[in-house]
Nanobody, 114 residues
Framework: QVQLVESGGGLVQPGGSLRLSCTAS???????MGWYRQAPGNQRELVAT???????NYSDSAKGRFTISRDNAKNTVYLQMNSLKPEDTSLYYC?????????WGQGTQVTVSS
C-alpha cells in the first residue's frame, strides 16, 4: 500500500501561481506519477504525468503553463502551475500507478478567483 498526501492548494487570483506537492509513504521511484483534477459535475481528467524515467505528458490545457516534476529521494511529485485561470478551479488529485497498482490521494482544492 502507498498513502499519498497532497498539499499546496488554495485560493489564487487569475494569473497567479501555485505549486502542488504529493508525498508518498514509501519509495515510488519505479512508478509513474501524475496529477488529475475533477470539478463538480465533471469527470476526473488528466493534468500531467511523469514516468519513472522522467518522461512527461500534459493535457492540452496544461501545456505551457504547468510543469510536473518528481524528487524520488523525497518520494514526492510536484505540479507547478502558472498563469492560472478560473477554469483551472478544481479538486486536484495525485496518482501513483504501476506494477498493477493504482493509488490516489485525497485531493487538494485549487480555486482561481478574483
Amino acid at each position: 500500500q502507498v498513502q499519498l498526501v497532497e498539499s499546496g492548494g488554495g485560493l489564487v487570483q487569475p494569473g497567479g501561481s501555485l505549486r502542488l506537492s504529493c508525498t508518498a509513504s514509501r519509495s515510488i521511484s519505479t512508478y509513474r506519477m501524475g496529477w488529475y483534477r475533477q470539478a463538480p459535475g465533471n469527470q476526473r481528467e488528466l493534468v500531467a504525468t511523469i514516468t519513472s524515467g522522467g518522461i512527461t505528458n500534459y493535457s492540452d490545457s496544461a501545456k505551457g503553463r504547468f510543469t510536473i516534476s518528481r524528487d524520488n529521494a523525497k518520494n514526492t511529485v510536484y505540479l507547478q502551475m502558472n498563469s492560472l485561470k478560473p477554469e483551472d478551479t478544481s479538486l486536484y488529485y495525485c496518482n501513483v500507478a504501476g506494477w498493477g497498482d493504482d493509488y490516489w490521494g485525497q485531493g487538494t482544492q485549487v480555486t482561481v478567483s478574483s
